[in-house]
């Protein structure tokens, strides 16, 4: 998959893990823009490799895993499962989750609130 090139300036960036079909990781970067969620995949990744990206509108929810490990679910009812490194993930949901407000309060809606699961 291809996604449009992110304009990482204001962009909030972690190294990070992603989860495919619960047993194959590919390792990367997860940035945090203004309006969305994205997982670059690094150069040295083996086998089915991929990009992601989540609109920050599409969060409706998410679940701490163990230690260091974020389940992010998304109103299509779907969900997508990322390993950051320790002490990242509780930045990484404030971060999330302050996006998500202003997204809705610069489109004047008012602010979903997130599912804890």
């Given amino acids: 998959m291809t ?8 962009a909030l960036h972690f190294s990070s893990s992603y989860y495919i079909n619960g047993w194959l990781t590919i ?7 203004d309006d969305a969620l994205y997982f670059k995949h690094g150069k040295f990744n083996i086998g089915y490799v991929t990009d992601v990206k989540i ?19 998304l109103s299509n009812g779907l969900s997508a499962k990322f390993k950051f490194f320790i002490g990242s993930r509780n930045k990484i949901i404030n971060a999330i989750e302050e996006r998500r407000r202003v997204y809705f309060e610069k489109r004047k809606q008012l602010v979903p609130l997130l599912q804890l699961m």
Avoid: A, Q
């Fill in 3 to 10: 996604i449009e090139p992110i304009n990482i300036e204001n």
């Fill in 27 to 33: 390792s990367g970067k997860f940035y945090i823009t």
């Fill in 55 to 73: 609109n920050i509108c599409d969060v409706i929810g998410y679940k701490r895993i163990s230690t260091n490990n974020l389940r992010i679910y």
